[in-house]
């Protein structure tokens, strides 16, 4: 045992710490003013643990030379660490909100990169000289795919939303379905939205039932414009019924009002031949004869945020020129990342495999359980006397408001810590340098193989070895 005074005269000073080799090489890393501060502080946080300590004589400690400056170096890679940055998915959920959503294409990547680091025509016409539009460079793709006139790409898909409704029916009647008024993520609702945009909601039906009728009756000279929304991130199942979207279109027809469809998460493929539940495609809105449709770029789409907009050209051109849609353009980035991934869409047969999003909820069972016998293994061979390791069937989700229903086949590794509690060790994976994200399920972790990406398995595998030999 020893005093307080022995132990605070221990502590070197800071003229000493900055004058070690290793502090001054961190030096030629890091801006010399972070490296001095940070040493004050760390023998600061040093000296304040003596003086907080209970009594007057403490166990004898070293606080020697070498310990603070790691403790330097360790807090100085902290402080310059980005906050935003790259973390290991392996809960199942494909598209988490938390976690970023869609995982770009190789090829949107490499197009975001070109552009990034360079120079580009992003509102120039390079065969006139002349100033261009940055819609070009997405709009006929977007049109060839989705069978529709026109198109355009703003921020997201709550901003596509505003924008329709502030250009097409500000200060009229949008008729909606009571049952349809959502709320997702952020609780951005559809009722604020159009409160927002200066448009005027008009609600029919009940919660769970809409008639066409009811459409019918509300229809008068004020309105604008029939609105139905995908509800994607919930259902109403049992005594529920909604009016089709081909006969919304027909009344649209009849009474002259553009029918608006907001499809939310944004489907290009059919995902039926996949063994998993119909979502409706843009393209089948728009041969139903819908005359505006919205959706996200980076949900099922599995492109970067934006909220794609695609109609009729000449309802498109007065979104264009509306002042909010200044407000709410995409960037050179989002751009090129759309670009690359519609242009992955013209080939269907390959486009499940290079779309991560497409090619995590598609995947087969036995590649899943290939991957699922990979990282067990990993994890044994370099962990097995500190856990047990399992290979189980569970469910996967798709996530981001998509496919609320679908709970997707999947292997998870279950493994069981034998020195340390289960939730210690969810908590150290967090603390990895990149965070490993996992889930908990009867005090045992759990590690979906359907979202890990490559390189994923090895460096589980590594982090688990070295924190269950720690214990």
């Known amino acids: 045992m020893v005093t307080k005074q022995v132990l605070l005269r221990r502590l070197p000073a800071i003229s000493t710490i900055l004058e070690d080799p290793r502090i001054k090489e961190l030096g030629k890393d890091y801006p010399h003013l972070l490296v001095s501060e940070t040493a004050s502080e760390v023998v600061q946080q040093l000296r304040q643990a003596v003086l907080d300590a209970a009594g007057q004589e403490l166990d004898d400690q070293d606080y020697g030379l070498n310990d603070i400056i790691t403790l330097v170096e360790e807090q100085v890679a902290q402080k310059t660490r980005p906050h935003l940055r790259r973390v290991v998915n392996a809960t199942g959920i494909v598209l988490h909100t938390n976690l970023g959503r869609a995982v770009l294409a190789k090829e949107a990547v490499r197009a975001v990169t070109e552009v990034a680091g360079r120079y580009s025509n992003l509102e120039l016409d390079i065969e006139t000289g002349e100033r261009g539009t940055r819609y070009s460079h997405v709009e006929d793709l977007l049109c060839r795919l989705t069978g529709a006139e026109a198109g355009l790409v703003v921020n997201n898909n709550a901003g596509a939303v505003l924008l329709v409704l502030s250009a097409l029916a500000k200060g009229r009647e949008v008729i909606v379905s009571r049952g349809q008024l959502v709320e997702i993520g952020g609780s951005f609702r559809i009722p604020d939205v159009m409160k927002q945009s200066g448009a005027v909601l008009v609600e029919v039906g009940a919660t769970n039932k809409t008639h066409l009728r009811d459409y019918e009756e509300a229809v008068n000279e004020e309105t604008a414009m029939l609105l139905k929304v995908h509800t994607s991130n919930y259902k109403i199942i049992g005594f529920a019924a909604q009016v089709s979207t081909h006969d919304l279109v027909k009344l649209g ?3 002259a009002i553009p029918v608006y469809d907001d499809l939310g998460s944004g489907v290009l493929i059919d995902f039926s031949r996949f063994g998993i539940a119909h979502e409706p495609t843009v393209r089948e809105s728009v041969k139903a004869g819908v005359d505006i449709v919205t959706c996200s770029g980076d949900k099922l789409f599995g492109g970067p945020q934006g909220g794609i907009i695609v109609g009729r050209r000449e309802l498109i051109s007065r979104i264009k020129k509306h002042p909010l849609t200044r407000a709410l353009r995409v960037d050179k980035f989002t751009l090129a990342a759309m670009e690359a991934t519609l242009r992955l869409y013209i080939d269907e047969e390959k486009v499940v495999e290079k779309i991560p999003t497409l090619a995590m909820i598609t995947m087969s069972r036995d590649e899943l359980k290939q991957r699922a016998q990979r990282l067990a293994a990993g994890i044994k061979a370099k962990a097995a006397l500190n856990c047990e390791v ?9 996530g981001g408001g998509a496919l609320p229903e679908e709970n997707i086949t999947t292997y998870l590794v279950s493994v069981n810590p034998l020195k340390l509690a289960v939730n210690q060790l969810e908590e150290r994976l967090r603390s990895m340098e990149p965070p490993v994200l996992a889930r908990i399920q009867k005090d045992r972790l759990l590690l979906d193989s359907r979202t890990l990406l490559e390189g994923d398995i090895e460096l ?11 214990g």
């Open 253 to 255: 027809r009849e009474k």
């Open 390 to 398: 399992d290979i189980l069937e569970g469910y996967s989700q798709v």
């Open 460 to 470: 589980i595998s590594d982090y688990l070895s070295k924190i269950l030999e720690v």
